[in-house]
């Protein structure tokens, strides 16, 4: 088990299912009208004719050519075409899309392996088999859309960076920027995030000490030869046998286990500022490339005088509040068997009592922010009201827009579902890490006027990527603990070294 089993049982099911589409749907379906006929001039060789329908950049047609220029060789051998341009049908650049799946898996196997590296591989692979049948990504798998390619590039981008291969991850965001500009946001969320991971030191110092089968690990043994550490698969159970491991006394106690818990959000960025400063050199060599890119960004903003390229005025910039609402309650009910449960709802009423009144001013915040999110910045696009092949539409007309009260009764399960999310961020990653993904999702969403729920795909990889979700278990925050410091511990400390020097 492993990347290899990730890639083969994942194109067991996207090449019998497209097969299956391109019979049953030969022609250009929806959005498809626009982007194949766009895609086959590029392949007639035409790169100056545009469709100005079309808001995304070129990147995805682009890669289209590179992928019909690897297949044509052996096409023209068989004599199955006879030019290069016949190639560009509709089923060969569809086919693009599950490539770009069959990848997309295999990073989220890898980045899910870096997070938990003491989880098996059976395990690891099973999460990211099931993590790649997330509906709509997997149905936009088999259509020419931009949304497969944009979430592969982002998720390339951000493994790169967190393996600290930051010139290559500022080029993967400038490919991902190619295919569809709002990823500049992420591209900022990525590199925020590599700051961090390059300055902030671990939380604790774990020292762990295991038996000599389990694993080569010496206590107290700081600066490893190696970046990764062998830990043996016992460490993944939650019964631990106390020979086994031994975890330093300073390791705080369930209440008090990182900085996340022990520190404000203002603490954990005078920290970050203070080792940017220190390390000020590395980090312009580390992240200029991005600053670069950004820059050239907002340069051809300034050009194009809009965000989009095509239909500007269908869609203009908008403070649509009501849509960071709209994501926070779908990618809840994806997760519905861990978010709406008896068990959840329970840990998080006890979470809020035990916060009071803290907690209750911030339950207060939510609501009124969400009120006036859905009273004064609720938008019903055209498209939405038009185009009765989308779920949307049929959800805005017999849902939100059934009775005039219906969205402000809705809005207790958004904030059951923001609460819910930022409890399990809470409790793995740092606040800052929070706010920055909650900014971006923002960042994100907000402007776009047009509901769709294809655009929480991103926002939604990356909260799956980073909840403490396991198999057979409940969450153990002192396990998690352990296991995290362990699987990072060459990377935290070498960091922490550079940091101090």
């Known amino acids: 088990m492993g990347r290899v089993a990730v890639a083969v049982i994942v194109s067991l099911w996207v090449i019998p299912i497209s097969l299956m589409v391109n019979h049953i749907v030969p022609e250009p379906y929806m959005d498809e009208i626009f982007h194949i006929p766009q895609a086959q001039k590029y392949c007639r060789g035409n790169f100056k004719s545009w469709d100005p329908l079309i808001t995304t950049p070129p990147g995805l047609y682009c890669l289209s050519l590179a992928h019909v220029a690897s297949l044509f060789p052996g096409m023209w051998c068989a004599k199955a075409v006879s030019s290069f341009s ?10 693009i899309n599950g490539v770009l799946a069959v990848i997309c898996s ?22 990211a088999i099931v993590t790649s049948l997330y509906p709509l990504h997997w149905f936009f798998t088999f259509l020419y859309y931009t949304d497969v390619a944009s979430l592969t590039l982002v998720l390339a981008m951000y493994l790169a960076c967190l393996k600290r291969h930051y010139q290559s991850s500022a080029l993967l965001g400038a490919l991902a920027i190619l295919v569809r500009q709002t990823n500049v946001i992420w591209m900022l ?3 925020c995030c590599g700051a961090i991971n390059l300055t902030l030191p671990p939380n604790h110092k774990v020292n762990v000490q295991l038996d000599d089968h389990d694993a080569p690990v010496r206590k107290n043994d700081w600066l490893p030869e190696k970046k990764s550490m062998p830990v043996g698969p016992n460490l993944r159970k939650r019964k631990m046998d106390s020979t086994s491991i031994s975890v330093n006394h300073s390791i705080p106690k369930m209440n008090d286990l990182s900085l996340r818990h022990t520190s404000g959000l203002l603490d954990e960025i005078k920290v970050i500022l203070l080792r940017m400063w220190n390390l000020k050199l590395e980090v312009l060599v580390s992240f200029g490339p991005f600053f670069v890119v950004f820059v050239a960004f907002v340069m051809f903003v300034f050009w194009n005088g809009s965000i989009v390229l095509g239909a500007k005025e269908a869609h203009a910039v908008s403070l649509h509040f009501a849509q960071i609402m709209y994501f926070g309650l779908v990618s809840a009910l994806a997760m519905a068997p861990f978010y709406f449960t008896y068990n959840q709802v329970a840990v998080l009423c006890q979470s809020l009592w035990k916060n009071r009144p803290l907690s209750f001013f911030q ?4 609501l009124i922010s969400g009120f006036l999110s859905v009273h004064l910045f609720s938008i019903a696009h055209p498209y939405l009201l038009a185009d009765n092949r989308h779920y949307t539409f049929y959800i805005w007309r017999r849902v939100i827009k059934s009775h005039w009260l219906m969205k402000y009764l809705l809005l207790p399960l958004y904030a059951y579902s923001w609460l819910c999310i930022f409890d399990s961020l809470g409790k793995v990653q740092k606040k800052i890490w929070v706010l920055l993904f909650f900014l971006a999702s923002a960042g994100v969403l907000i402007p776009a006027p047009l509901i769709e729920f294809r655009y929480y795909t991103i ?16 969450w153990d925050p002192e396990v998690y603990m352990v296991e995290t410091s362990i699987g990072n511990a060459a990377e935290n400390r070498w960091a922490l070294v550079q940091a101090t020097t």
């Open 86 to 95: 016949k190639l560009c049908s509709t089923p060969t650049l569809r086919s």
């Open 106 to 127: 295999v990073l989220v196997y890898e980045i899910l392996a870096y997070f938990r590296p003491a989880l098996d591989k059976r395990n690891t692979t099973l999460r």
């Open 189 to 191: 969320f990525v590199a």
């Open 363 to 366: 339950v207060i915040v939510l």
């Open 459 to 474: 926002p939604f990889y990356f909260l799956v990527l980073h909840s403490p979700i396991d198999d057979n278990r409940s």
